[in-house]
């Protein structure tokens, strides 16, 4: 138990949904004000929404960018019930919001990917290269001091750009070899 929780309280918990954006090898975070820390899209799963649909919806309004969910794990191949892709992880976060007090975020973590050509980011939003995040460099946005975006955003991104871009290689690699053939 945290020093927050005694056996008499009950903790708040918000489902959310995070989406790890990639393209050309970088992933697309922004400076969060409010956490004041660098972080991708994401937010809170509204009623009647799927955790991949809410990821798909927090990427489109917060970066402009509309993308789809690059699945991590193999369907099951059934006509139904319909299958939600599965998250790569899930996170369990302490939120310390002087709003709305201590809550903690279960935090749905996906892969994506901008659908078709897509345009620049919205303001506020930039792409973070691999290189990046593997040599640990601090970000700026030019109003805020420069810092290095959590661990585990920083993990989380190469992870995601290994997987979407390995995925990218691999799919090309599978269309050329079909095409060979034939």
């Given at each position: 138990?945290?020093?927050?929780?005694?056996?008499?309280?009950?903790?708040?918990?918000?489902?959310?949904?995070?989406?790890?954006?990639?393209?050309?090898?970088?992933?697309?975070?922004?400076?969060?004000?409010?956490?004041?820390?660098?972080?991708?899209?994401?937010?809170?799963?509204?009623?009647?929404?799927?955790?991949?649909?809410?990821?798909?919806?927090?990427?489109?309004?917060?970066?402009?960018?509309s993308v789809e969910?690059?699945?991590?794990?193999?369907?099951?191949g059934l006509s139904?019930?319909?299958?939600?892709?599965?998250?790569?992880?899930?996170?369990?976060?302490?939120?310390?919001?002087?709003?709305?007090?201590?809550?903690?975020?279960?935090?749905?973590?996906?892969?994506?990917?901008?659908?078709?050509?897509?345009?620049?980011?919205?303001?506020?939003?930039?792409?973070?290269?691999?290189?990046?995040?593997?040599?640990?460099?601090?970000?700026?946005?030019?109003?805020?001091?420069?810092?290095?975006?959590?661990?585990?955003?920083?993990?989380?991104?190469?992870?995601?750009?290994?997987?979407?871009?390995?995925?990218?290689?691999?799919?090309?690699?599978?269309?050329?070899?079909?095409?060979?053939?034939?």
């Amino acid at each position: 138990m945290s020093d927050r929780q005694t056996p008499d309280t009950e903790v708040v918990r918000h489902f959310t949904a995070t989406g790890f954006v990639v393209s050309g090898g970088s992933i697309a975070l922004h400076w969060h004000p409010k956490v004041r820390a660098w972080l991708p899209p994401g937010g809170h799963i509204e009623p009647n929404e799927d955790p991949a649909q809410a990821v798909v919806r927090e990427a489109l309004e917060e970066t402009g960018l509309s993308v789809e969910v690059v699945s991590t794990a193999p369907a099951l191949g059934l006509s139904y019930p319909e299958q939600v892709a599965p998250p790569c992880a899930i996170m369990v976060e302490d939120i310390h919001d002087p709003t709305d007090g201590f809550h903690k975020h279960i935090d749905m973590i996906y892969f994506c990917r901008p659908t078709g050509n897509h345009g620049a980011l919205a303001r506020g939003w930039q792409w973070v290269s691999r290189a990046a995040l593997q040599e640990r460099q601090p970000l700026t946005d030019g109003a805020n001091p420069a810092a290095l975006p959590p661990e585990d955003v920083r993990l989380l991104g190469l992870r995601a750009i290994e997987w979407v871009e390995g995925g990218l290689a691999r799919e090309r690699e599978e269309r050329m070899g079909t095409a060979a053939q034939t």
